[in-house]
């Protein structure tokens, strides 16, 4: 039996850092890791004053990679696990992720940006006032623009094609949404673009890159964006707008507008079921909800390229700031 | 949207029914809860009492897992605080000695026997003044 204790004394190194605009308080025994965490931390000038503590054990003497992610859940622990030596115990109530993994999992850049950040922001969101919504987030002049859409319906590809029209990208995927003094603002993360492989059609800088099989089993691209496009990113906007794709055969768009319940709807499907014992967390989850659901919001149905796509967005959106300027 | 909500998947498996609930009376301060009768009973009958903070109930929720094999997996125990984890293949036991609550999820190969002789008295290890069975565990 392999015992392991998590305990502040055997854990020399700390560090302060930022996820989405959520301070997390890093222990480890690790002097890499609060290296590599410290490089994918995010000063964001609006961050949260929830946080939450980190504390990561790592075995050096343990060689093993990463396996398949495994998940459960009960009451206000969850565990994840990527083999046998890298398992992360979240405690909702306290705010707490308690970490073991191998030397080689402490050093892996990429398990921490895409999956084990993204994860702890989505597992302890609710109880540091983050609710993950399924959107890519954009920004134009200080005003940002939210696309939800079902998987598949075009967010990623139309993010890439709206940053390389000029707006700056926050994210393609997911997120993450906190309330501030005067509403919302919405945060990105480090994880990289994911586009399906029929997006090298309309990316031609894609065909540099290898599709690899993503978290979910999907084969994408998985690429950074601003490396890859050479387009500007930023990590955190206030949204003024929320847009939900719908793709159509021919090559048109259609903007209809929505009811703000539609909105809260889309984005309360999207979080995770909470115990009733987390009622807290679940209070101050649907207020920000609420404050997303408030949003100006559209039904935008296109067909064509993503480039033509993003064309009509960008017109959208240049007339909606000038009726908010006027 | 509250905590009930049925359109929500549950992918960590948080919400399966538990229709084997034994809860016990003076003697025995202890709320068992599972999905598999066998194991609701081989707790129920290793007669939990817990001595733990404020003498709070002890409140047990193990899930029987369908699938998944232990497969000579190494047992790994984690413990951060108030929170003891044990890990082992497909089983996951917790113990939260500050809330008095033992959750889990045992693997279909794991036998109920071998929950309460071997996977529990390792998870309660250190805490082995405060939770004490007259049953099948062995009393320390």
């Known amino acids: 039996m392999l015992s392991i204790s998590i305990d502040e004394t055997v854990l020399p190194y700390q560090r302060s850092l930022c996820f989405a605009g959520a301070r997390c308080d890093l222990r480890t025994n690790s002097p890499e890791l609060v290296t590599l965490l410290g490089d994918l931390s995010i000063s964001g000038s609006r961050s949260n004053s929830s946080n939450f503590t980190m504390r990561v054990v790592v075995a050096e003497t343990l060689r ?211 115990p009733v014992r987390l009622h807290e967390a679940v209070a101050l989850r649907e207020r920000t909800i609420e404050l997303v659901g408030r949003l100006p919001c559209w039904r935008f149905r296109y067909g064509g390229s993503p480039q033509f796509a993003a064309e009509q967005l960008l017109d959208f959106v240049v007339s909606r700031r000038q009726e908010i300027c006027a | ?50 001595r733990g903070q404020n003498n709070r109930e002890l409140s047990c929720k193990v899930i029987r897992e369908a699938a998944g094999s232990a497969d000579g997996a190494e047992m790994v125990v984690i413990s951060d605080g108030p929170l003891r984890v044990l890990y082992q293949g497909r089983t996951i036991l917790i113990h939260d000695c500050e809330s008095a609550e033992v959750l889990g999820f045992v693997s279909s190969d794991v036998k109920a026997p071998e929950l309460v002789s071997l996977l529990l008295p390792a998870l309660f290890a250190p805490q082995s003044k405060e939770f004490v069975t007259t049953g099948a565990f062995t009393k320390k």
């Open chain 2, 1 to 50: 949207m509250n905590g009930e909500r049925g359109w929500h998947p549950d992918l960590l498996r948080r919400f399966v029914a538990t229709p084997y609930v034994f809860r016990g009376g003076a003697e025995s301060l202890a709320c068992i809860e599972s999905n598999d009768l066998e194991i609701a009973l081989s707790l129920w009958n290793a007669r939990f009492i817990c």
């Open chain 1, 64 to 274: 093993d990679g990463t396996d398949d992610p495994y998940f459960r859940g009960l009451h206000h622990v969850v565990i994840a696990s990527f083999g046998e030596s890298n398992i992360f115990v979240f405690d909702i109530l306290r705010r707490t992720l308690s970490a073991h993994v191998s030397g080689v999992v402490a050093r892996d850049d990429s398990f921490w940006k895409e999956k084990l950040i993204p994860i702890t922001l989505g597992v302890l969101g609710a109880a540091i006032g983050l609710v993950p919504v399924h959107c890519a987030c954009l920004e134009v002049d200080g005003h940002g623009l939210l696309v939800a859409g079902a998987s598949g319906a075009g967010k990623s590809t139309l993010s890439v094609a709206l940053a390389q029209a000029g707006f700056s990208y926050v994210s393609d995927d997911w997120t993450y949404i906190s309330e501030s003094e005067d509403g919302i603002v919405a945060h990105g993360t480090s994880a990289p673009v994911k586009l399906l492989p029929d997006a090298v059609r309309h990316f031609s800088s894609l065909q540099r890159h290898a599709l690899r099989t993503s978290m979910n089993g999907e084969l994408a691209y998985e690429v950074d964006i601003a490396r890859t496009f050479s387009v500007r990113t930023r990590r955190e906007c206030e949204p003024r707008w929320l847009l939900f794709l719908e793709r159509t055969e021919g090559a048109e768009v259609e903007f209809t507008p929505m009811c703000s319940a539609e909105a809260r709807n889309y984005v309360s499907a999207g979080v995770e079921r909470l």
